[in-house]
Nanobody, 116 residues
């Protein structure tokens, strides 16, 4: 059974930076497309960024140029480097693992708050 454990969330001032980590266990990490989603209070869960097994990345328009997704296959970990954080980036951030033909897996979420 795949398990995803996020870490690295917290409180940061607008304009600041945070790096989220997601540790993957229970299957072969290298074959999964990994991603980050976020959900603000009262809103739907939205895609932030994804990275395929081959390293191709995709970003929501709202984070392009500010956020960077990466993966370390040796450590079974996916990262989200977040720079120039804005108040509207405040949300619970969820790690996501996807493989064709099976339901995706989700982490428990980590809170990111950008506020002065």
């Amino acid at each position: 059974q795949v398990q995803l454990v996020e870490s690295g969330g917290g409180l940061v001032q607008p304009g600041g930076s945070l790096t989220l980590s997601c540790a993957f266990s229970g299957s072969s990490f290298t074959i999964y497309t990994m991603g980050w989603y976020r959900q603000a209070p009262g809103k739907q869960r939205d895609l932030v960024a994804t990275i395929t097994s081959g390293g191709s990345t995709n970003y929501a328009n709202s984070v392009k140029g500010r956020f960077t997704i990466s993966r370390d296959n040796a450590k079974n970990t996916v990262y989200l480097q977040m720079n120039s954080l804005k108040a509207e980036d405040t949300a619970v951030y969820y790690c996501h693992a996807r493989l064709s033909l099976i339901p995706p897996y989700w982490g428990q979420g980590t809170q990111v708050t950008a506020s002065s």
